[in-house]
């Protein structure tokens, strides 16, 4: 019976000690979307809750990830098909060396929807990014709805058009 005690103390502590060492859960879907001040390429300041009543797809990448490459040309068709929609597609660069390399990355890969420069890296600490690309869906209310890391080529463009339909209802 002593045993069997000890045993139960040691399990329940051994528990509690990888509880309290969990990292925490990153920003993510039922948050709220944190409201960051995003500079824009074209020299325009702009807060998050500036497109509150539509829904925002926030794209966190950099011009050295490969992945971002491939996702996007996507994320322009997406954003082209969508424009007119209610529906922001807002792309993050979070690598910034130079604002010209920005620029010549963004003129390169035919980019036409708006580019914020995060160069004091708070919009990257406030959605707690730790890969790239990491995408997040921001429905009208101002909740994200989806966070979404890495690029899948058979599954993230299905998800996104998915995700941001049901934002927009």
């Given at each position: 019976?002593?045993?069997?005690i000890?045993y139960?103390?040691?399990?329940?502590?051994?528990?509690?000690?990888?509880?309290?060492?969990?990292?925490?859960?990153?920003?993510?879907?039922?948050?709220?979307?944190?409201?960051?001040?995003?500079?824009?390429l074209?020299?325009?300041?702009?807060?998050?809750?500036?497109?509150?009543?539509?829904?925002?797809?926030?794209?966190?990448?950099a011009?050295w990830?490969?992945?971002?490459?491939?996702?996007?040309?996507k994320?322009?068709e997406f954003?082209?098909r969508?424009?007119?929609?209610d529906?922001?597609v807002?792309?993050?660069?979070v690598?910034?060396?130079?604002?010209?390399?920005?620029?010549?990355?963004?003129?390169?890969?035919?980019?036409d929807?708006?580019?914020a420069?995060?160069?004091?890296?708070?919009?990257?600490?406030?959605?707690?990014?730790?890969?790239?690309?990491t995408?997040?869906?921001?429905?009208?209310?101002?909740?994200?709805?989806?966070?979404?890391?890495?690029?899948?080529?058979?599954?993230?463009?299905?998800?996104?058009?998915?995700t941001?339909?049901?934002?927009?209802?």
């Amino acid at each position: 019976m002593r045993r069997t005690i000890m045993y139960v103390v040691v399990v329940l502590v051994v528990g509690l000690v990888i509880y309290a060492f969990q990292p925490a859960k990153p920003v993510g879907e039922g948050d709220e979307a944190p409201n960051v001040t995003l500079n824009l390429l074209d020299g325009e300041t702009k807060a998050l809750e500036d497109y509150k009543g539509k829904v925002v797809v926030l794209d966190f990448w950099a011009t050295w990830c490969a992945p971002c490459r491939f996702t996007m040309p996507k994320m322009v068709e997406f954003h082209r098909r969508h424009r007119n929609d209610d529906v922001v597609v807002i792309g993050v660069a979070v690598d910034v060396t130079s604002r010209d390399e920005v620029e010549a990355f963004v003129q390169e890969m035919g980019v036409d929807y708006p580019i914020a420069v995060d160069s004091g890296a708070l919009a990257k600490a406030a959605y707690e990014i730790k890969n790239l690309p990491t995408m997040f869906v921001v429905d009208k209310q101002g909740r994200i709805v989806l966070r979404m890391e890495g690029y899948d080529p058979q599954n993230t463009e299905r998800l996104l058009e998915e995700t941001v339909q049901r934002a927009k209802s």
